[in-house]
């Protein structure tokens, strides 16, 4: 025969298992300073380590964002390549046209100093006759021979200041030819400089005492052979690049 208590207290008490006054059991309380545990406290300590070691691991790149970041690249890359060889281009391109330039102006400079300096000194050419101060067409496919001074002698050389100059067309290349002797005689070779590349046609003008232009000097319809210089000489310049040069020079 089983017997039934009424009283739950009783077993309570049976069990040293008591109430106290704020209704909770005796057995239930915790030691005073410490924290109440978690149910999935083992030991006391917490068991997250499996969540914190997720949260603590990087994220890595997808195929995807790895391809959309090299198509950026390339993209950036190749508009970077274009503008930079659209850069070099452009820089080659203004050194080319500042040395033909400079070759002008160098050119343009030499003939300035020997057109402005035409004196009135007939000479002697290679077969002993006597030629003008200016001559125009010259021998030998000579486009133009004259005497001019100014001809500088830094070594003090036995030697006029005076000199004999000639241009002449050498296919498409202006060449300055000079004598180291005013009166030229054989066996003296004729020194000759490159001027200008590129040059299709020059073309002289002169102007005689009657302000009149001649295309050739001395005049063919003079009366009497002429050996003074012109007071005036224009040469024209036709060029590849730079198109016609004409320049103007009073004597």
Same mark, same amino acid.
Request: proline share 8%.
């Given at each position: 025969?089983?017997?039934?208590?009424?009283?739950?207290?009783?077993?309570?008490?049976?069990?040293?298992?008591?109430?106290?006054? =704020?209704? @909770?059991?005796?057995? *239930?309380?915790?030691?005073?300073?410490?924290?109440? !545990?978690?149910?999935? =406290? @083992?030991?006391?300590?917490? $068991?997250?380590?499996?969540?914190?070691? $997720?949260?603590? !691991? $990087?994220?890595?790149? #997808?195929? %995807?964002?790895?391809?959309?970041?090299?198509? /950026?690249?390339?993209? /950036?890359?190749?508009?970077?390549?274009?503008?930079?060889?659209? +850069?070099?281009?452009?820089?080659?391109?203004?050194?080319?046209?500042?040395? =033909?330039?400079?070759?002008?102006?160098?050119? *343009?400079?030499? /003939?300035?100093?020997? %057109?402005?300096?035409?004196?009135?000194?007939?000479?002697?050419?290679? &077969?002993?006759?006597?030629?003008?101060?200016?001559?125009?067409?010259?021998?030998?496919?000579?486009?133009?021979?004259? #005497?001019?001074?100014?001809?500088?002698?830094?070594?003090?050389?036995?030697?006029?200041?005076?000199?004999?100059?000639?241009?002449?067309? =050498?296919?498409? #290349?202006?060449?300055?030819?000079?004598?180291?002797?005013?009166?030229?005689?054989?066996? +003296?070779?004729?020194?000759?400089?490159? %001027?200008?590349?590129?040059?299709?046609?020059?073309? &002289?003008? &002169? *102007?005689?005492?009657?302000?009149?232009?001649?295309?050739?000097?001395?005049?063919?319809?003079?009366? @009497?052979?002429?050996?003074?210089?012109?007071?005036? +000489?224009?040469?024209?310049?036709? #060029?590849?690049?730079?198109?016609?040069?004409? !320049?103007?020079?009073?004597?």
């Amino acid at each position: 025969m089983i017997h039934v208590h009424s009283n739950p207290g009783s077993a309570i008490e049976q069990r040293g298992l008591r109430p106290k006054k =704020d209704g @909770k059991p005796r057995g *239930m309380q915790q030691a005073p300073g410490n924290p109440p !545990r978690s149910p999935f =406290d @083992k030991g006391g300590s917490c $068991q997250s380590g499996n969540v914190h070691t $997720q949260t603590s !691991r $990087q994220r890595g790149f #997808t195929l %995807l964002e790895i391809i959309i970041a090299v198509g /950026i690249f390339a993209v /950036i890359s190749a508009l970077a390549y274009g503008g930079l060889n659209t +850069v070099l281009r452009s820089a080659h391109k203004t050194e080319a046209v500042a040395a =033909d330039l400079q070759q002008l102006q160098l050119a *343009m400079s030499i /003939i300035q100093q020997d %057109l402005s300096q035409i004196t009135n000194r007939p000479v002697r050419n290679e &077969f002993g006759e006597r030629e003008g101060a200016v001559l125009s067409p010259g021998t030998f496919g000579r486009l133009i021979s004259f #005497t001019r001074r100014g001809w500088k002698n830094p070594a003090e050389r036995p030697r006029s200041t005076l000199q004999r100059v000639a241009y002449r067309l =050498d296919d498409t #290349t202006l060449v300055r030819e000079y004598w180291p002797q005013l009166d030229a005689s054989p066996g +003296v070779e004729t020194l000759q400089l490159p %001027l200008l590349e590129g040059v299709t046609e020059v073309r &002289f003008r &002169f *102007m005689d005492e009657q302000k009149k232009w001649r295309s050739e000097w001395p005049p063919i319809s003079a009366t @009497k052979k002429v050996l003074s210089p012109p007071i005036a +000489v224009e040469i024209t310049l036709v #060029t590849e690049k730079w198109g016609s040069i004409p !320049r103007l020079f009073v004597l």
